[in-house]
């Protein structure tokens, strides 16, 4: 435990934070500790009797004060890798307790030796007169080391007279290996700053923000990072500082102006980047509209109706302007219920969830209705959802553009067992385990039962597992 307090709420889920336990504090914040592997003994059999009780593996129990007090360095759980985790480690946050919203643990004095400068990796240049998910940004080279870099030409030279930036750079501390983001960064144009920002919280309401403050086609794309030196207009995170462009640079002759760009860390370390631009007085048309593109603007709703879709968007749906497209493809594959229709780009991300009303092929008297669900294809994910009929049409809800579909589902999951056979004889064994796998959608729910009475499996990447205990005694089963 970080402090004194009580633990006032654990989480099990498969995703998300996997096991996880929230602290109280009496000064008003709560803290998080995620990913766990097993509570502490009391903790872990408490939270079974929920489970019992619930007749669920995920729980999310509120607990009051009194039960399970805490004085600051108490043992409460083993670290580990559980839910959306990439690998073992603890999740630790930071939270006002009333309000929620995210602090930034670097502003409360922990003993996190760190003497090293932010390292800038790359720069890039965004023609703002497009929408950031439709250009490849120009990649500057850079020199320098130690928290001092300059681009390798002496003149960028610019087409557009309206720009921005990015970079991409990380930092560390002195005695850890891993990568962190910059804690603040800021652009300077001839001396004026013209962007900053400065990240000492965001609430969980805010974090899908995130997705307009870098390159999210590049990383939906390629998985890289971008970090966005402007705002766009739509992005509502309340981080920066406010300036006169939020970081669009406007380039109305053809001086030569000097830009400095500064990353530090919370420790006050900084790194700069110095270079020089010119706008040519030429300006390069380097994009056009597709003929069939709707322009989508941020800040209002926006829709758009095909020959067999409807799809309504919220005024929070996007961050900026650009080209919306569909396309509408007649599908004859066995398990298809409507045409494919391809919306938009799986690399425009959508802050808001939008509404999509997709026409059925089938008879409205056809049983295999009770059958079809909504699939949207994500780039390389699919995203699976049990929509609602509207007469002849099915309602989704989505948070993702990309390919939708109504399908069939009619084969059911598959159960294996791991590791024993039917009959078998368990003695020194610890676990009995199932994978379980659907080839239609996905897994919706898992339940089991031992001599008719609920049992707790866990949930682990599709592998379910009970781990024997009291609920199952010596005999046959």
Not at 156 to 171: R, Y
Not at 249 to 276: M, P, Y
Not at 335 to 364: C, K, M, R
Request: hydrophobic share 35%; with cysteine; aromatic share 14%.
């Amino acid at each position: 435990a970080a402090a004194d307090g009580y633990i006032s709420r654990v989480k099990v889920e498969k995703y998300g934070f996997g096991n996880a336990i929230y602290i109280t504090h009496p000064n008003g914040f709560t803290t998080l500790y995620a990913h766990l592997n097993t509570f502490k003994k009391e903790v872990q059999a408490f939270i079974l009797q929920k489970q019992y009780e619930q007749q669920s593996w995920e729980v999310d129990v509120e607990i009051p004060p009194g039960i399970f007090p805490v004085t600051k360095g108490d043992f409460i759980a083993y670290s580990g890798n559980t839910g959306a985790s990439a690998g073992p480690h603890v999740h630790f946050e930071i939270r006002n307790t009333a309000t929620g919203k995210n602090y930034n643990p670097g502003l409360f004095g922990f003993d996190i030796p760190d003497t090293k400068k932010p390292v800038i990796h790359a720069l890039y240049i965004y023609d703002r007169r497009y929408s950031t998910y439709f250009q490849n940004a120009i990649a500057v080279p850079l020199s320098g080391n130690n928290g001092d870099y300059i681009a390798k030409e002496k003149i960028i030279e610019m087409h557009s007279p309206l720009v921005s930036f990015a970079i991409n750079a990380t930092d560390k501390s002195s005695n850890s290996p891993f990568n962190h983001g910059i804690y603040s960064g800021e652009v300077w144009m001839d001396g004026q700053s013209i962007f900053a920002f400065k990240l000492d919280s965001i609430s969980y309401d805010e974090t899908r923000y995130v997705n307009a403050c870098i390159d999210y086609s590049e990383y939906a794309r390629h998985k890289k990072y971008r970090q966005f030196l402007f705002s766009l207009p739509g992005n509502e995170l309340n981080i920066y500082a406010p300036t006169n462009t939020q970081g669009l640079v406007i380039l109305n002759d053809t001086n030569l102006h000097d830009i400095k760009i500064e990353a530090k860390d919370i420790d006050g370390n900084t790194s700069t980047l110095n270079f020089k631009i010119q706008f040519s007085g030429i300006s390069n048309n380097n994009f056009s509209y597709p003929a069939n593109a709707k322009p989508f603007l941020p800040g209002q709703e926006n829709s758009v109706q095909g020959n067999s879709f409807k799809a309504n968007f919220t005024a929070n749906a996007f961050y900026e302007a650009f080209p919306f497209v569909y396309i509408e493809t007649p599908d004859n594959t066995a398990n298809s219920a409507s045409n494919t229709i391809s919306l938009g780009d799986y690399f425009i991300p959508v802050h808001d969830s939008y509404e999509i009303l997709i026409q059925s092929t089938l008879a409205e008297n056809d049983p295999l209705r009770n059958n079809v669900i909504v699939e949207l294809m994500n780039g390389r994910k699919k995203i699976f959802q049990k929509g609602t009929w509207q007469g002849n049409w099915m309602k989704g809800n989505f948070r993702d553009l990309g390919k939708i579909k109504l399908m069939i589902d009619t084969v059911p999951p598959e159960l294996f067992k791991v590791g024993w056979e039917n009959g078998q004889t368990f003695t020194g064994n610890k676990t009995l385990n199932f994978r379980a796998s659907d080839k239609g959608s996905d897994i919706q729910s898992f339940s089991a039962l031992l001599d008719g009475k609920w049992l707790l499996f866990s949930n682990r990447n599709g592998l379910f597992t009970y781990n024997f205990d009291e609920h199952c005694t010596t005999g046959n089963h």
